[in-house]
């Protein structure tokens, strides 16, 4: 199984358009790369892709890789998004998708009704082109393609539901896929607000693990003035603390463990950051836009 990271930023990318952050102006600089919106891509041979979430910077992230280019026509490599929940981040390039003659949307009833009575990104994508829901049930594995195979689990969080009326169940989901050939395992998990008993029994073991990286310290933006919620409360883990995923993640015995979904504000994403170094100390990689990882 072969996974390439579309973009390894959280919502607003980095630099975010109206943040002028430490981390911001050094990417402006050129002292740091810049970074898409959160999205990966997955495939068993190469040749057919399933998307995971649908980056509102989908269209570059597309031009970028090779493996999503059309073939000739109007034929294209992508077989179908998942959804891990109903984010905007998550769910804008849906709507970038509507020349597609047909499109396969994998997602829970909770995120697919949000969807499409809440933001109404499906109801509009429909106006354009037809879409086929496939409903997505936490813990009953999805047959994708030759031979890739993959299992929703539920990821519990306390985050307010923006459109409202949003169930707890299947709110937001990780997904672990396996390569039915090779044994090879990949489990993605950009939003996590902790990591429960249930979601380290998810995680352990697998080949690859892409977590939640979005701030460095729980209170990261309410410091900055930027925001009057610390990252739990925004449905993320922190890297740092007592209990924060730098603590536990290299006990759960990963095969590589990479940070994706990493907020603008994060100084992990400055290569000479002291906080960058110890995350090289235990093991844990920071993604970039366009890496690669054989599973």
């Known amino acids: ?13 980095s630099p975010q358009w109206n943040c002028g952050c430490a981390v ?19 495939s068993a041979d190469h040749r057919r892709w399933f998307l995971l979430n649908a980056s509102p910077d989908l269209r570059a992230q597309f031009e970028a890789f090779p493996g999503l280019h059309p073939r000739g026509d109007r034929t294209t490599p992508l077989e179908a998004v998942l959804l891990t929940d109903a984010e905007l981040d998550h769910t804008l390039g849906l709507l970038l998708l509507r020349e597609a ?12 009704k949000t969807l499409c009575d809440g933001s109404g990104i499906l109801t ?3 106006r354009y082109c037809t879409v086929e829901w496939r409903a997505v049930v936490p813990g009953t594995d999805l047959t994708l393609a030759n031979g890739l195979s993959c299992r929703a689990f ?5 985050k307010r539901a923006r459109f409202g009326g949003e169930a707890d169940h299947g709110r937001v989901v990780g997904y672990r896929l396996t390569d039915e050939h090779t044994g090879g395992t990949l ?6 607000q902790s990591l429960t008993a249930a979601l380290r029994t998810e995680i352990e073991g697998c080949g690859c693990l892409l977590f939640d990286g979005t701030c ?9 003035g930027l925001a ?3 990252a739990r409360e925004m449905g993320h883990l922190p890297i740092d603390g007592p209990d924060g995923s730098l603590s536990r993640l290299p006990s759960l015995a990963a095969g590589r463990t990479i940070l994706v979904h990493i907020n603008n504000t994060n100084p992990v994403l400055l290569e000479d950051a002291p906080e960058r170094r110890a995350l090289r100390e235990s093991g844990i990689e920071v993604a970039t836009d366009g890496l690669e990882v054989q599973v």
């Open 101 to 112: 003659r047909a499109l396969r949307v994998y997602a829970t009833p909770a995120t697919h």
């Open 216 to 224: 460095w310290r729980d209170d990261e933006l309410v410091r900055l």
């Open 154 to 158: 539920d990821v519990p969080t306390a």
């Open 24 to 42: 911001c102006a050094a990417v402006r600089s050129g002292a740091a790369p810049p970074r898409t919106q959160s999205s990966i891509a997955v």
């Open 124 to 126: 509009t994508l429909r």
């Open 187 to 192: 489990v993605y998990l950009p939003a996590a």
């Open 228 to 230: 009057g919620k610390t």
């Open 1 to 13: 199984m072969l996974l390439r990271v579309l973009g390894s930023a959280a919502g607003g990318g």
